[in-house]
Nanobody
C-alpha cells in the first residue's frame, strides 16, 4: 500500500528556513520521480520541485536558488530544504508520486511565512 507522509511544516519569519520531509512506504523512491507541490489559499496546486529516479532535479522559477529537493534512499524519504522563505511561500506542501496510471498524494504539511 503506497503511503506518503509529509512533516516539517510550521511558522517561520521571512528569510527563515524549513526542511520538509516525505516518508514513503509501499514502494521504493529511487525507482520513481518524486515531486513536491504546494497549494496556497485560493490558488491552484502548483509543482514546486521534482527529483527524477535518475537524480536530476527541476524547480519552479519562483523557488529556484532557494529550495533544494533531495532524497535519502536508505530512509525512503524525500526532502525539500527551503531557505530565504518569503510570505508568498505560504501554502500547504504536498508530496506526490505517480506509479503507473495512479497519482498518490500525502495529506500535506502547512508552511506559514509571516512576520
Amino acid at each position: 500500500q503506497v503511503q506518503l507522509v509529509e512533516s516539517g511544516g510550521g511558522s517561520v519569519q521571512p528569510g527563515g528556513s524549513l526542511r520538509l520531509s516525505c516518508a514513503a512506504s509501499g514502494f521504493t523512491i529511487r525507482n520513481h520521480h518524486m515531486r513536491w507541490y504546494r497549494q496556497a489559499p485560493g490558488k491552484e496546486r502548483e509543482l514546486v520541485a521534482r527529483i527524477r529516479s535518475g537524480g536530476s532535479t527541476y524547480y519552479a522559477d519562483s523557488v529556484k536558488g532557494r529550495f533544494t529537493i533531495s532524497r535519502e534512499n536508505a530512509k525512503n524519504t524525500v526532502y525539500l530544504q527551503m531557505n530565504s522563505l518569503k510570505p508568498e511561500d505560504t501554502a500547504v506542501y504536498f508530496c506526490n508520486v505517480a506509479i503507473g496510471a495512479m497519482d498518490f498524494w500525502g495529506k500535506g504539511t502547512l508552511v506559514t511565512v509571516s512576520s
